[in-house]
């Protein structure tokens, strides 16, 4: 589900058999424990927390939308950057 969109989202009692590595997931929390979901990245080995509480879904889509915004940016240099020491006050 949303894989397309590039997430998945995993439903309380579903297995989902497979994740591309690096691929984005909303893990479904139980009722019993506050319900929301986990939002966090998979890959081979591990699974990382974008988040690190639980979050509804809304909250979710808009950290993936952050994200996907500083991604997309991050290749991009500006060659003319210089540092400047703070000025001494």
């Known amino acids: 589900m949303g894989s397309d969109a590039g997430f998945f ?10 994740f591309m590595p690096g691929s984005f997931v ?5 009722k019993e424990y506050g319900g929301g979901y986990w939002l966090g990245r998979v890959y081979d080995n591990f699974y990382e927390f974008c988040i690190e509480r639980p979050v509804s879904m809304r909250e979710g889509m808009e ?3 952050l994200i996907k915004g500083v991604e997309s940016n991050a290749h991009k ?3 003319d950057f210089h540092l400047e020491p703070p000025e001494n006050h």
Do not use: A, N, S
């Open 63 to 65: 950290m993936l939308l």
């Open 26 to 30: 909303f893990i479904e929390r139980l």
């Open 77 to 79: 240099f500006v060659d």
């Open 9 to 18: 989202v995993v439903y309380r009692g579903y297995v989902q058999p497979y």
